[in-house]
Structures are given as structure tokens and as C-alpha cells.
């Protein structure tokens, strides 16, 4: 069984310029989740799907961030314009049900100089 | 915000010896989980623990679940250096969110 897959693994850019992930989750996965971890933390939830529709975003700081999941598979979070503080690494999960087994894939690191 | 706090931070045993790591969290839970996560990895899922259930065994790991005081433990059996990873707790509440700790940093020493 295929993992879930997000490209690039890393990105380095400097502030104010955009960047997008990209995230293909497992197959027949209904929830998909982004996940900020910051050195040091623990992941935190930025914006969860079921299906195409989100179920919650409250945390996605919404005037930079936005992210699409289209046709209930593949989704995408981008970011413009990004800040310093948005170093982290980036992960992708998938369920097949809300809260339950989450998969998740190997990131992206962003840097932002 | 962050529902599950684990404790301690960090710890270092010798190859062999048990390690044995705590969560507490805030609200009621509808499940609570265990991940694994190797240096520049992604997580991987380690055990999962519903509200219903007090004790849960997956090969070397044995988890506890006690809701009346809002707290898991994660007992990992004659570690080995491939352990050497962070563990999370993450929650599960009636939103329907998973919720993750800070995180226990483990090192076994070879």
C-alpha cells in the first residue's frame, strides 16, 4: 500500500516571496490534515478536511495561509507572503476516519531567510 | 493550543532497561494515540487507546489510559537503540481534531 506522498521534502525562499506543498494521501483516506511543527513541538493542526469539505481551520493564520483539497483526493497549502516565523516542517496526514489512525508523510522543511 | 503535555522532555537510559513516558491532557477524550517520530521523519503511529479501555499491549509497548485523572503512560520494554526517537500523545476530542503533545525526546544509549 502506497504512503502518503507531499513534495518538495525541503524549500528554501526568502520572506514575503510564496510557496506551495503539495499532498497525495493514502487512497480511499476521506480525512486529510495539515500539520505546523516548529522545532522543538509537536505538530500542530492548521487546517483538517473530510472529503473536500474543512472541518476545521481555526488555527491557519488565513490572511497568509490557504489550502484546497480538490475533488476529495490530492490537496495543496500555500503560503503567501511567508514570514520568517514559518520555518518549520510541514506534514500531511491522512485517516480513513476523523481522529482516528493517522498516516503521515515524511514532510516538507521549509526555511524562510 | 496544546491538550496533551507529556513528561518528562527528554530522557536517557542504557540500552535494555524500560522506558516509560506520561501524558496528561485537559478535556474529554474520545481516543488517545501514541506516535513515534525518528529525526527528520514524518510520525508514525504507534497505539491507539479508546476512553472505554484501560490498558492496551502492542509488542514491547504497553499503554494505560486513566481518565479520571486525564493521564496515559507509554512503557517501552528492553529499549534498543533503534527506539531512540520523540514520542507524542495525541487527543482526540468530540471535534473530532487530533491534538498533539510536545513531546518526549528519547535516547537509549548503546
New interface residues.
Given amino acids: 500500500e502506497a504512503g502518503v506522498a507531499q513534495s518538495p521534502r525541503y524549500k528554501i525562499i526568502e520572506k514575503r516571496q510564496s510557496v506551495a506543498f503539495w499532498c497525495n494521501p493514502i487512497s480511499g483516506h476521506a480525512t486529510l490534515y495539515w500539520y505546523q511543527q516548529i522545532l522543538g513541538q509537536g505538530p500542530k493542526l492548521l487546517i483538517q478536511f473530510q472529503n473536500n469539505g474543512v472541518v476545521d481551520d481555526s488555527q491557519l493564520p488565513k490572511d497568509r495561509f490557504s489550502a484546497e483539497r480538490l475533488k476529495g483526493v490530492d490537496s495543496t497549502l500555500k503560503i503567501q507572503p511567508a514570514k520568517l516565523e514559518d520555518s518549520a516542517v510541514y506534514l500531511c496526514a491522512s485517516s480513513q476516519g476523523e481522529g482516528e489512525k493517522l498516516f503521515f508523510g515524511s514532510g516538507t522543511q521549509l526555511s524562510v531567510l | 493550543s496544546?491538550q496533551g503535555e507529556e513528561d518528562p522532555q527528554a530522557l536517557s537510559i542504557q540500552e535494555g532497561e524500560n522506558a516509560t513516558m506520561n501524558c496528561s491532557y485537559k478535556t474529554s477524550i474520545?481516543?488517545l494515540?501514541w506516535?513515534r517520530q525518528n529525526s527528520?521523519?514524518?510520525?508514525?503511529?504507534l497505539i491507539?487507546i479508546r476512553s472505554n479501555e484501560r490498558e492496551k499491549h502492542s509488542g514491547r509497548l504497553r499503554v494505560t489510559l486513566d481518565t479520571s485523572k486525564k493521564s496515559s503512560s507509554l512503557l517501552i520494554t528492553a529499549s534498543r537503540a533503534a527506539d531512540t526517537a520523540s514520542y507524542?500523545c495525541?487527543t482526540?476530542d468530540s471535534?473530532?481534531?487530533?491534538?498533539?503533545?510536545?513531546?518526549t525526546r528519547l535516547l537509549v544509549r548503546p
Avoid: D
Fill in positions: 496544546q474520545n481516543n494515540q506516535y527528520g521523519r514524518g510520525l508514525v503511529h491507539l507524542f495525541a482526540k471535534s473530532y481534531k487530533l491534538i498533539f503533545g510536545s513531546g
